[in-house]
């Protein structure tokens, strides 16, 4: 059973950076066909994606938040990251790693999946 | 468009039939996902792919999909199905994933 588990401050001062660190148990990351993703969900909203990495280091981010964003992975530790620089109050939310999976369908469509999720962390953002 | 719509909220009543609805240009070329989250707890997978239920989820929810629309459907809803529902999927250029803007789901 893969369990993933978010970790990290759960207080950060405006205008730092936001750390957090996954780690995956139940599976290796670097046995490749996921991807990890980060997702955070801001109080009383819906959820967000902020981006994934594949184990071979490759990355994708939320075009809104591109430029503020790095996620690395470390797969002798079995764990991924997520920097968040500059925050402020608006990054205020529950973070979440999660692994996405991949189906491809009979008709060969593409079937994505986020199979397992951690407990969630909340960061505040606030001085 | 990168944007996956939902209804804001819908209400059945106990035992009765919902559909829950998910609308995107991308659902043209990818499958919708669908989670169940229930308050302070993180998401839960519910239905992936055409039809897919992972291990644990009772076979009284189900999926499909026509067009630019997914739908959750829970047949003989329950109390505890009472909880906000996404759908999830690929934007148009397949690279980014996208949240629906969340249904919830008040079991009357």
């Known amino acids: 059973q893969v369990q993933l588990q978010e970790s990290g401050p759960g207080l950060v001062k405006p205008s730092q950076t936001l750390s957090l660190t996954c780690t995956v148990s139940?599976?290796?990351?670097?046995?490749?066909?996921?991807?990890w993703s980060w997702i955070r969900q801001h109080p009383g909203k819906g959820l967000e994606w902020i981006g994934y990495?594949?184990?071979?280091?490759?990355?994708y981010y939320n075009p809104s938040l591109k430029s503020r964003v790095t996620i690395s992975v470390d797969t002798s530790k079995n764990q991924f990251s997520l920097k968040l620089s500059s925050v402020t109050a608006a990054d205020t939310a529950v973070y979440y790693c999660a692994r996405e999976n991949i189906m491809i369908t009979f008709g060969g469509v593409i079937a994505p999946f986020f199979d397992y999720w951690g407990q969630g962390t909340l960061v505040t953002v606030s001085s | 468009s990168s944007e996956l719509t939902q209804d804001p909220a819908v209400s059945v009543a106990l035992g009765q039939t919902v559909r829950i609805t998910c609308q995107g240009d991308s659902l043209r070329s990818y499958y919708a996902s669908w989670y169940q989250q229930k308050p302070g707890q993180a998401p839960v997978l519910v239905i992936y792919?055409?039809?897919n239920r992972p291990s644990g989820i009772p076979d009284r929810f189900s999926g499909s999909s026509s067009g630019n629309t997914a739908s959750l459907t829970i047949t003989g809803a329950q109390a505890e199905d009472e909880a906000d529902y996404y759908c999830n999927s690929r934007d148009s250029s397949g690279n980014h994933r996208v949240f629906g803007t969340g249904t919830k789901v008040t079991v009357l």
């Open positions: 139940g599976g290796s990351i670097s046995s490749g066909g996921y991807y």
């Open positions: 990495i594949y184990y071979s280091g490759s990355t």
């Open positions: 792919g055409k039809n």
